[in-house]
């Protein structure tokens, strides 16, 4: 069901305006931000290009929505992001077609490459097929090993799978760029923490970071081979930011920068221009950066406001409320409880839903409860209760899609937490409660989502 953007238009102007400020000299990008009619995620930099003239300060400012974000730049990324957009491409469009049902899943490979362009024909955004299919003709035609797309013979899509892991994680590690988060879903110590190189790369080992010297942050002169803010600390709801002067004397030309935890799917341009010349005001950068936001918005409102109904549609799947959390066809995702407040008795299942990105059901949380920590020795690292289950609620495993955890019983007493859940597609968490009450509850990973359990 589509929907008018004119009034989200209007909402998130009313929002951006107060916090897109910016000097004469400089321009802010926003990293991250978060509905104003519900928690969420849309990961990306808003506007995702900006001109400024020499000598400039492009602002960077994390909207707080739990996930933790780089700012990340130098020759190595100008490099990764030119030659590897025909990877971006592709796995920006089918990604965006996998969450709406539209694709196999590639977590579960089942079928043939045929089968995969023919359900690849049926998709109705021709925009976002187009792109899949010119960047998958691309790749073949840089010499990456994947099957003709007309005749693909017997090729098996899980063998086409492989060969894109295989394929795309060679050239983004040969690259030389290093990456912020960990295969094991923790910080690496070379992307985690601040590094500025004038030549080569930082360590390989992810768990050395650069030497102290190395992490004072000098002005952006674009000859730089490596320019990394680290793990933006975080500094309150709307205070999280880091600066980049870029020098009176840096080239005029084009400079990527990108987030080194989600990748460069999340990622600006910013092009220099000789001091003097015209370039946009900040209102005119504001303008974009909204316009941009209601854009990405429009999916997750929309499956939003189809959840507050008590159901969704998910791979021809009737998933029905309560939800924690919810997947939208971008690279983002809804933080939120649906419904906030659940109504049950003593006794009696409540069963949450999970989809998208990894959530918690956590009851009596700390008042203080850090995310990404950061030790006087530098050393960053995502806080260890956040992942584990407490208070006899079971450790999970490894979840099949659909899977179902019973968490047990809760009696109100002390921290108990479900650990964070995710699969690719969803999960189930069931609870049960002994008293009567009512128990606020929250997911840890995401400060905004939060809810209440009223048990007669």
Not at 154 to 182: H, P, R, Y
Request: include cysteine; glycine fraction near 10%.
């Amino acid at each position: 069901m589509r929907r008018s953007l004119g009034p989200l238009v209007a909402a998130v102007a009313l929002v951006c305006t107060s916090c897109l400020g910016g000097g004469q000299s400089e321009r802010v990008v926003l990293v991250d931000y978060s509905h104003d009619e519900f928690a969420s995620i849309m990961v990306g930099y808003f506007p995702g290009e900006i001109t400024i003239a020499q000598g400039d300060t492009v602002v960077f400012r994390q909207t707080w929505t739990g996930e933790p974000h780089t700012v990340t730049g130098g020759t190595l990324v100008n490099k990764m992001m030119a030659k590897g957009k025909p990877w971006i491409q592709f796995f920006d469009a089918f990604e965006h077609l996998l969450v709406q049902g539209a694709l196999p899943d590639p977590e579960n490979p089942k079928g043939s490459v045929a089968d995969l362009f023919e359900a690849l024909a049926e998709v109705k955004d021709a925009e976002v097929r187009n792109q899949l299919i010119d960047a998958y003709d691309t790749l073949r035609e840089q010499g990456v090993p994947l099957p003709d797309r007309k005749k693909p013979g017997k090729a098996t899509f899980e063998s086409l799978v492989q060969t894109v892991d295989e394929e795309s994680n060679k050239f983004f590690e040969s690259s030389g760029v290093t990456m912020a988060w960990s295969d094991d879903d923790n910080v690496t110590q070379n992307g985690g923490q601040p590094c500025f190189l004038d030549k080569g790369q930082p360590p390989k080992d992810q768990d050395k970071a650069c030497k102290q010297a190395q992490q004072r942050q000098p002005a952006f002169n674009g000859k730089a081979s490596y320019y990394n803010s680290g793990i933006i600390p975080y500094e309150g709801p709307q205070g999280n930011t880091f600066r980049v002067p870029f020098t009176p004397d840096i080239e005029p030309g084009s400079y990527f920068f990108f987030c080194a935890v989600h990748g460069p799917g999340q990622s600006t341009e910013v092009k220099v221009v000789p001091k003097g010349a015209d370039i946009p005001d900040q209102a005119s950068v504001s303008k974009k950066a909204r316009e941009e936001i209601a854009e990405f918005a429009e999916p997750e409102a929309e499956t939003f406001r189809d959840a507050q109904d008590g159901k969704v549609s998910l791979d021809g799947k009737t998933l029905k409320a309560p939800f924690a959390g919810l997947q939208a066809p971008v690279f983002g995702a809804i933080n939120e409880f649906i419904p906030r407040t659940i109504r049950t008795r003593v006794g009696r299942q409540v069963t949450w839903t999970m989809m998208g990105w990894p959530h918690s059901v956590s009851f009596n949380v700390p008042k203080y409860f850090p995310i990404i920590q950061f030790a006087r020795s530098g050393k960053v690292s995502l806080n260890p209760a956040l992942d584990k289950p407490a208070g006899g609620s079971p450790k999970p495993g490894d979840l099949e899609p659909g899977a179902h955890i019973d968490g047990g019983t809760f009696d109100g007493k002390g921290f108990f937490s479900s650990g964070l859940l995710a699969s690719d597609t969803y999960v189930r968490y069931s609870l049960r409660f002994s008293k009567p009450g009512r128990y606020k509850y929250a997911c840890l990973l995401h400060p905004a989502m939060v809810g209440t359990v009223v048990v007669s």
